[in-house]
């Protein structure tokens, strides 16, 4: 997988296209080598002897693909829905008129109509309407399914992944944009302790031993110790979550910092 590791697995070597391989126009030259160490590859590791990193949406990706083929499907029957009007049949196939002297087969008859036009069938022809129900009484629920699937997979509030706000509450939209939001937080400290904060240190180094940046001290693992500052979110209804942390300070169960 163009990761180059050593006995014990650890990484060594990055193999990369030195030449951007699907730009127009570009041409394949060969691969690239990179040393490790001049290397951060960043991706979450679920298991032992990893060395790629796995799309996050890999767990609902055949819901995703149901889901775009099951509306490919009710717009299809849809718009024939609209097309198509009705089929005509001869009650008895053997009163059906012969093909012409020159053709092996009889062509069907197919006619245009307009709205409000009154139509005469010959005798022994009847029309049988075509309705392909499309779209039917379950579209809804099958996609406020899936979409429920997809949002547990990558761990978000269904009303968040749908934008679904008709059956949503005060407490359901609390309880689940409060695990949204404490799942956002946790990637938030790994997104900055395994890539911000590394890369923070590497150009501070730089930084300070080219003379680009002065400090009173030119050790730079003076100032590693930064603090980040990610995204927040208030809430919706901030007078309802006044009154609980000043009874926590107060039983010494939180603090004001």
């Not at 002297?101 to 197919?110: D, F, H, L, M």
């Amino acid at each position: 997988l163009g990761v180059e590791v050593d006995t014990l697995g650890r990484p060594v070597g990055y193999y990369v296209w030195d030449w951007p391989r699907y730009t127009p126009g570009s041409k394949e030259r060969g691969l690239l080598r990179l040393p490790a160490e001049e290397v951060l590859h960043h991706y979450r590791v679920r298991r032992a002897h990893q060395t790629r990193g796995v799309t996050w949406i890999a767990r609902v990706m055949s819901d995703i693909q149901d889901q775009a083929g099951y509306d490919e499907a009710v717009i299809i029957g849809a718009r024939a829905g609209a097309n198509q009007v009705a089929i005509m049949q001869w009650l008895d196939p053997t009163a059906a008129p012969a093909p012409a002297a020159n053709e092996e087969a009889r062509k069907p008859v197919n006619m245009e109509l307009n709205p409000g036009t009154t139509l005469e069938l010959d005798p022994g022809l009847e029309m049988v309407p075509f309705d392909p129900k499309q779209p039917s009484g379950v579209y809804s629920d099958f996609t406020k399914t899936v979409l429920r699937r997809i949002a547990s997979g990558l761990g978000l509030a269904y009303s968040s992944r749908s934008n679904d706000l008709r059956e949503v509450n005060y407490s359901s939209t609390k309880v689940g944009l409060q695990t949204e939001r404490e799942m956002w937080k946790m990637l938030q400290e790994w997104w900055v302790e395994s890539y911000l904060q590394p890369i923070y240190e590497r150009w501070l180094e730089a930084a300070i031993l080219s003379g680009a940046l002065q400090l009173p001290n030119p050790d730079w693992r003076a100032y590693a110790a930064v603090a980040w500052r990610p995204r927040r979110w208030p809430w919706i209804a901030p007078q309802r979550e006044i009154s609980a942390p000043p009874t926590m300070i107060a039983l010494g169960l939180d603090s004001r910092q």
